[in-house]
């Protein structure tokens, strides 16, 4: 076991294992931010073990994860607008603790991997998991009206 191997490992354990605890538990906008923080835990596990393992197609998989995923929430927080309009999610901190998680995993995999295209592809997928996780927590918590409280 490497050490990518090995902090993929604590991120998808802890990640996930909170995730779960989330969308089991709890009232419903516990539950739509815990299957956000899902897909933005999996998919720098799933680079993480891109780099562990030398397979690039794991980077696909991070890379379609980061695409669909927030767009799952999306469409959560559409068909449970009424609900979630009475008491809509407070996961500011969360949210940035996300995308920071993102953020350093993609740059600390961009430093290993070098110029190039699989560089390029991190870069992408680290934009779209980032930018669709703030969309959807955005969203999440009401849109503009909502952004105090997000």
């Known amino acids: ?23 089991a538990t709890g009232p419903l906008r516990r539950r739509v931010v815990a299957q956000n923080l899902a897909t933005a835990v999996a998919c720098p596990g799933l680079l993480l073990l891109a780099q562990g393992y030398d397979r ?16 799952g929430t999306l469409v959560f927080a559409r068909l449970l607008a009424p609900e979630l309009a009475e008491d809509p999610p407070r996961a500011r901190g969360l949210t940035w603790a996300a995308a920071g998680l993102g953020a350093v995993v993609v740059l600390t995999l961009c430093a290993a991997t070098g110029p190039g295209r699989a560089m390029a592809k991190l870069l992408v997928t680290g934009a779209l998991l980032i930018g669709g996780n703030l969309v959807a927590s955005r969203a999440l918590a009401g849109g503009d009206e909502g952004a105090g409280r997000a």
């Open 1 to 23: 076991m490497n050490g990518w191997i090995l902090a993929a490992t604590l991120t998808l354990a802890a990640g996930l294992g909170a995730a779960l605890w989330g969308v």
């Open 56 to 71: 690039p197609s794991y980077v696909d998989l991070a890379l379609v994860l980061a695409l669909l995923g927030p767009v």
